[in-house]
């Protein structure tokens, strides 16, 4: 816990960092797990600042993001595609045949096939390294919403009510946030062998303390977390306040 995201952001940028040096002294890639949305951003400055500043390198990193919007365009405002970009991809030496992002413009009937398309590439990669995760009011990690089961893979899903609810400052009007994402699963998720949860501010403070402290259940996605052998928790005092 804490006092600000800023200070939790730092920390687990620096984790990241070691564990991609460590790697590149290994002459080996890394494969990151990523998210998108406010709780990762302050720890994609942090990255950017040190490429720019302790040559930070990610030439040897791969990355999987957990989610995309479905239908949406890459070039779109809202697209995490754009997100991506603006927030990390555009400032680093990643190389671009590295990024993975689920293709939010696929026909319906492709989508299953790319889905396992997708977890079949997180395989030959040999898993994901280290998976950075937010968490939504409705207790979803990626989009895994209410319903999802401890099994499930990448897969289309429809949103939750409330999660299109949140999105509306990001389109505007309730209308025009897509019904539909596609996601990793949570057993996608929890093959990752290190997972960091973050969580930003009051308003997640009632949510973190049912996924934390609540009974497991499907009702609540992130509560399967729970089982994951090596999870880190990062809050800010706010997010923290209703934890016993
Ligand atoms: C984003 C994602 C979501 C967000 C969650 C929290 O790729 O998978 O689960 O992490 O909705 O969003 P923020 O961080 O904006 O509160």
Redesign the pocket.
């Known amino acids: 816990i804490w006092p600000k995201a800023k200070d939790g952001s730092a920390h687990v940028a620096r984790s990241i960092a070691l564990a991609m040096r460590q790697k590149q002294q290994e002459n080996k890639p890394i494969v990151l797990g990523l998210?998108?949305?406010?709780?990762?951003i302050q720890v994609y400055r942090e990255l950017v600042r040190m490429h720019k500043e302790e040559d930070l390198s990610f030439a040897n990193v791969v990355t999987f993001?957990?989610?995309e919007y479905y239908p949406m365009q890459p070039g779109a405002a809202q697209s995490?595609v754009r997100f991506m970009n603006e927030h990390l991809f555009d400032h680093v030496d990643i190389k671009r045949e590295n990024i993975h992002i689920p293709d939010g413009t696929l026909d319906m009937d492709e989508v299953e096939a790319y889905c396992e398309q997708y977890e079949r590439k997180i395989g030959t990669y040999g898993g994901i390294d280290i998976q950075l995760?937010?968490?939504?009011r409705t207790g979803?990690?990626?989009?895994n919403e209410p319903g999802s089961w401890e099994d499930s893979s990448t897969r289309m899903v429809r949103l939750d009510g409330i999660?299109r609810q949140d999105a509306i400052k990001d389109f505007g009007q309730e209308a025009d946030v897509p019904y539909r994402a596609i996601?990793m699963g949570i057993k996608t998720i929890m093959k990752s062998r290190k997972i960091y949860l973050l969580g930003w501010g009051q308003h997640k403070a009632e949510i973190l303390q049912r996924a934390i402290e609540g009974e497991v259940t499907p009702n609540i996605p992130a509560t399967f977390l729970q089982h994951h052998p090596d999870v880190s928790v990062h809050l800010d005092y706010g997010a923290a306040e209703m934890l016993t």
Do not use: E, Q
């Open positions: 998210a998108t949305g406010s709780s990762p993001n957990l989610d995490y995760l937010g968490i939504g979803h990690i990626g989009f999660t996601t």
